[in-house]
């Protein structure tokens, strides 16, 4: 029950952070919207997870309101209206719909099926020797997950310094 | 069942924004709505009802834990979120510096 409440403040927090008139106060809509999740992560009992997006939040929060500080768009109302709408209306229509078929095919909330954690559950302490099975997942039996991330990280800063370096080349050399 | 539902209500949240909002800071902010939404998916499919978190301690008799799969494939995905939001907030920053606006309907002349 806490869970819909919980689920229910992310949706009206998600809601002011898209309809709010300046960017900072919809920045701060979103990082509750955040709180809600490390909150709900904690409730379906995933503690690590949840200190993890607390931290992430922080930082992605930070990052946000240094591109946006002193930057304000007023609001705009002219353009394709009409077009835009029509667009919005039939990608969530398509999303829906997609969403309807895949709903059927999940297991009911509360019955996960364990099929592969079971093996992981019952290896971790004799094969790994960690108490927490989901650091043995990451750092033994699926390791690779964790070198793949490392590389889009390194990836994404390479993408960072080359979009915001100063000298840029000058024309006509 | 309500909240895969209402998880679903959420990524149509972020779906929205994307595409109907004109400013580049707003596109970013429904980014990272779509990925919670996600990320909470995730979890809500291995939760088992009245479980206990996926780490062993002294009492071994009670083994009914929730699934540990979902939860270390989210933990990467919440640190590539991360890299994400960095990578598009700088090239909000670098569009910012050449035409002097967010509005994406402004950013239409090449300009060298």
């Given at each position: 029950?806490?869970?819909?409440?919980?689920?229910?403040?992310?949706?009206?927090?998600?809601?002011?952070?898209?309809?709010?008139?300046?960017?900072?106060?919809?920045?701060?809509?979103?990082?509750?919207?955040?709180?809600?999740?490390?909150?709900?992560?904690?409730?379906?009992?995933?503690?690590?997870?949840?200190?993890?997006?607390?931290?992430?939040?922080?930082?992605?929060?930070?990052?946000?309101?240094?591109?946006?500080?002193?930057?304000d768009?007023?609001?705009?109302?002219?353009?394709?209206?009409?077009?835009?709408?029509?667009?919005?209306?039939?990608?969530?229509?398509?999303?829906?719909?997609?969403?309807?078929?895949?709903?059927?095919?999940?297991?009911?909330?509360?019955?996960?099926?364990?099929?592969?954690?079971?093996?992981?559950?019952?290896?971790s302490?004799?094969?790994?020797?960690?108490?927490?099975?989901?650091?043995?997942?990451?750092?033994?039996?699926?390791?690779?997950?964790?070198?793949?991330?490392?590389?889009?990280?390194?990836?994404?800063?390479?993408?960072?310094?080359?979009?915001?370096?100063?000298?840029?080349?000058?024309?006509?050399? | 069942?309500?909240?895969?539902?209402?998880?679903?209500?959420l990524?149509?949240?972020g779906?929205?924004?994307?595409?109907?909002?004109?400013?580049?800071?707003?596109?970013?902010?429904?980014?990272?709505?779509?990925?919670?939404?996600?990320?909470?998916?995730?979890?809500l499919?291995?939760?088992?009802?009245?479980?206990?978190?996926?780490?062993?301690?002294?009492?071994?008799?009670?083994?009914?834990?929730?699934?540990?799969?979902?939860?270390?494939?989210?933990?990467?995905?919440?640190?590539?979120?991360?890299?994400?939001?960095?990578?598009?907030?700088?090239?909000?920053?670098?569009?910012?510096e050449?035409?002097?606006?967010?509005?994406?309907?402004?950013?239409?002349?090449?300009?060298?």
């Amino acid at each position: 029950m806490e869970l819909h409440i919980i689920l229910l403040f992310m949706i009206v927090a998600a809601l002011v952070a898209v309809e709010a008139r300046d960017l900072i106060s919809s920045l701060i809509s979103l990082s509750a919207a955040g709180l809600g999740l490390s909150l709900s992560f904690l409730i379906l009992k995933a503690p690590g997870l949840a200190i993890t997006q607390l931290v992430v939040e922080i930082l992605c929060i930070i990052i946000l309101i240094r591109g946006t500080i002193n930057k304000d768009l007023p609001l705009v109302k002219d353009g394709r209206w009409f077009f835009n709408t029509i667009a919005t209306v039939v990608f969530l229509a398509c999303f829906l719909i997609f969403a309807f078929f895949a709903l059927k095919e999940l297991p009911k909330f509360g019955e996960p099926s364990m099929r592969v954690s079971k093996e992981y559950i019952a290896d971790s302490l004799t094969s790994t020797g960690f108490a927490n099975v989901v650091s043995a997942i990451t750092q033994h039996f699926r390791n690779l997950d964790a070198l793949a991330e490392a590389a889009v990280l390194f990836a994404a800063i390479i993408g960072v310094l080359a979009v915001t370096r100063k000298a840029g080349r000058v024309n006509g050399k | 069942m309500s909240l895969y539902l209402l998880c679903i209500l959420l990524f149509c949240v972020g779906l929205y924004s994307i595409l109907r909002k004109r400013n580049i800071i707003k596109i970013i902010i429904g980014l990272g709505i779509i990925e919670y939404a996600v990320n909470l998916f995730f979890i809500l499919i291995g939760y088992r009802m009245h479980g206990r978190a996926p780490i062993f301690s002294g009492d071994q008799a009670v083994l009914n834990m929730v699934d540990p799969l979902p939860q270390a494939i989210v933990m990467t995905t919440i640190v590539i979120g991360l890299a994400i939001t960095t990578l598009a907030v700088s090239l909000a920053i670098r569009i910012y510096e050449k035409y002097g606006t967010f509005d994406i309907t402004k950013i239409r002349k090449l300009r060298g």
